[in-house]
């Protein structure tokens, strides 16, 4: 009897480890569950600015029109900077989940400049819309234009602030548990935005050059 009592016992603290341990590596679910829900969130933000251009899209109050404004070529160049950026940090990911170090910051450097060459393109875009006065307060089209397309730049611009950040923390403590949960969902956050800036082109520049 004492010897079976001892054993029940002795068994209790492996259960209770048991259980801690899978509590532990089981943390990830939440965290990508709320990423999920929240880039849900942001979707419905950007389809609520879709729908605020298509209503206002022809409303040029006798100012510039697309064909007259955009430089398609231009921008056509940056789409295809922000969708190569998203083919690198795909690249990425392999490496990420063999936990290799070096090819992982590599990729994720890659990533980082073509997602700023593309920012830099469109603050030039911006600059040189405003140099020949399409500003917001133009038209209503102008308005929702720069609300739009400025929405995502922030967005991309957040997104490379992460990527910086990611590289200096992969640097520091390496493709831990914690910084492999953080890259995926830098991963998704980045697909997204490519996602809404194909939207974007075909939308707003694409349709407003032909229309």
Do not use: K
Not at 135 to 150: D, I, K
């Amino acid at each position: 009897m004492s010897d079976a009592i001892t054993e029940t016992a002795a068994a209790a603290p492996v259960w209770h480890v048991t259980e801690e341990h899978a509590h532990e590596h089981g943390g990830s679910g939440p965290t990508i569950l709320g990423f999920w829900i929240y880039l849900m969130s942001d979707a419905l933000i950007f389809a609520s600015l879709f729908a605020m251009f298509g209503v206002v899209s022809t409303s040029f109050a006798g100012g510039p029109q697309p064909r007259d404004i955009f430089d398609l070529p231009l921008v056509a160049l940056n789409t295809a900077f922000l969708l190569a950026s998203s083919i690198t940090f795909g690249a990425a990911i392999p490496h990420i989940e063999q936990g290799r170090v070096g090819p992982t910051r590599a990729w994720l450097a890659i990533t980082g400049l073509l997602g700023a060459a593309f920012v830099g393109i469109e603050l030039y875009e911006f600059a040189h819309l405003f140099a020949e006065g399409a500003t917001p307060q133009r038209s209503a089209f102008l308005s929702a234009f720069y609300t739009l397309v400025g929405t995502h730049g922030a967005h991309v611009t957040v997104g490379l602030i992460w990527i910086t950040v990611m590289l200096v923390q992969v640097g520091q403590r390496g493709l831990i548990p914690e910084n492999r949960r953080r890259l995926m969902c830098l991963s998704m956050f980045w697909h997204f935005l490519d996602i809404i800036w194909i939207g974007v082109f075909t939308f707003v520049y694409l349709f407003g050059v032909i229309r």
